[in-house]
């Protein structure tokens, strides 16, 4: 990989918005609708749902360790981590992935640039999930 890394911050954000969130919802969405409510899929069944996610979630990590963006790299790691973990917990018991998504990115995101950060973190992510919350209900 390049030894300096040759993202800025915006590009980073674009890249980890895309394949930690979007396009893993993106693509969740399309796999349940018509088969049943994404919130109640059947244990059995969400394994897609976590193979479809984890595989973006590599992606975003292969993509920050190349570019050498070090703290997008742990971040987008911590994600497959945390998804790898969940994934093993849903063959035996349905578990909700909501918290673990929600916790980290904002614990992140503190670590990094400080307590200064969650109002405005706040401001684009609580419209964002309340959409996408009302969209899943319909």
């Known amino acids: 990989p390049p030894t300096t890394s040759s993202f ?7 890249i980890g918005i895309a394949f930690l969130s979007l396009i893993p919802m993106t693509i969740a969405l399309k796999i349940a609708k018509g088969k049943y409510d994404i919130l109640s899929a059947p244990r059995k069944e969400r394994y897609i749902l976590y193979v479809t996610t984890l595989a973006n979630y590599l ?13 997008m790299f742990l971040i ?7 998804g790898i973990v969940l994934a093993v917990i849903n063959i035996f018991w349905k578990i909700s992935a909501h918290p673990a998504g929600i ?11 400080g307590v200064n950060v969650i109002p405005l973190y706040s401001l ?3 419209p964002l999930l309340s959409l996408l919350f009302l969209l899943l209900l319909q």
Not at 8 to 14: D, E, L, T, V
Not at 59 to 71: E, G, H, P, Q, V
């Open 8 to 14: 800025n911050p915006i590009s980073s954000m674009i």
């Open 59 to 71: 992606i975003a990590t292969l993509i920050f360790w190349y570019f050498d963006f070090n703290s």
């Open 76 to 82: 987008s790691l911590a994600y497959v981590t945390v």
């Open 103 to 113: 916790t980290g990115p904002v614990t992140a995101f503190v670590l990094f640039y």
């Open 124 to 126: 684009f992510l609580l």
